[in-house]
């Protein structure tokens, strides 16, 4: 069993930077073939794929948020991360991190598609 938990700041005013943080257990991050995604789905809207780094470290972002969005991994703590910079309120969103065997994450439309996923993490982007 996999289990991915996904933690971060919770409320950030707008232009600042969001962390988040995915901690991965019973898998590793660099395990053949698996792609780690972060998504988010703000309230009301469908959900969003934010961009993937691979079990070989290659990552791949939605051509929407590539200018500020920056997905890392730390192998040692077996986490991921998400850094997104300039936030303004339409960031405001659950985010999620999740796992897939293929490429095709990109195009997912829901969490089920994947063969695991975290609970969230809200996060609120208020003045």
């Known amino acids: 069993q996999v289990l991915l938990r996904e933690s971060g700041p919770g409320l950030l005013k707008p232009s600042q930077t969001l962390n988040l943080t995915c901690t991965v257990s019973g898998g590793s991050i660099t395990a053949n073939y698996y792609y780690w995604s972060w998504l988010r789905q703000p309230p009301g809207k469908r959900l969003e794929w934010i961009g993937y780094?691979?079990?070989?470290?290659?990552?791949y972002y939605s051509p929407t948020l590539e200018s500020r969005a920056i997905i890392s991994r730390d192998t040692c703590k077996n986490e991921l991360g998400l850094q997104l910079t300039s936030v303004t309120p339409e960031d405001t969103a659950v985010y999620y991190c999740a796992r897939s065997p293929d490429t095709d994450a990109a195009y997912f439309t829901s969490l089920d598609q994947f063969d695991y996923w975290g609970r969230g993490t809200q996060v609120t982007v208020s003045s």
């Open positions: 780094i691979s079990f070989s470290g290659t990552v």
